[in-house]
């Protein structure tokens, strides 16, 4: 089995930070990329931030310069810091990976449970 651990959501005030973490563990052959997505009330799912095994990330305009992704390999972690929060920011934030289970298993898509952020005076 393979589990996503999220940590790090919260409340803050609009133009403040936090971040976010998740932990990939269980029967992990390999990672191709992780990231972040968010679905505010009413709304779809959306990317916001991902990164490949080599470091190459990308990040949605809505939060270009403001939120950073980052990962360690090492410890099939993935971090999200999120800084300048607004309301708008405001949704559930799921973490997702692609993992490989053994060498001939194929890339399969693992998802956290979710964790609340919300920028609000």
């Known amino acids: 089995q393979v589990q996503l651990v999220e940590s790090g959501g919260g409340l803050v005030q609009p133009g403040g930070s936090l971040r976010l973490s998740c932990a990939a563990s269980?029967?992990?052959?390999?990672?191709?990329?992780m990231g972040w997505y968010r679905q505010a009330p009413g709304k779809q799912r959306e990317l916001v931030a991902d990164?490949?095994?080599?470091?190459?990330?990308r990040v949605v305009d809505s939060v270009k310069g403001r939120f950073t992704i980052s990962r360690d390999s090492a410890k099939n972690t993935v971090h999200l810091q999120m800084d300048s929060l607004k309301p708008e920011d405001a949704a559930v934030y799921y973490c997702?990976?692609?993992?490989?289970?053994?060498?001939?298993?194929?890339?399969?898509?693992?998802w956290g449970q979710g964790t609340q952020v919300t920028a609000s005076s």
């Open positions: 997702y990976a692609r993992i490989r289970r053994s060498l001939f298993d194929r890339l399969s898509d693992y």
């Open positions: 990164i490949d095994s080599v470091g190459s990330a």
């Open positions: 269980g029967s992990i052959f390999s990672i191709n990329a």
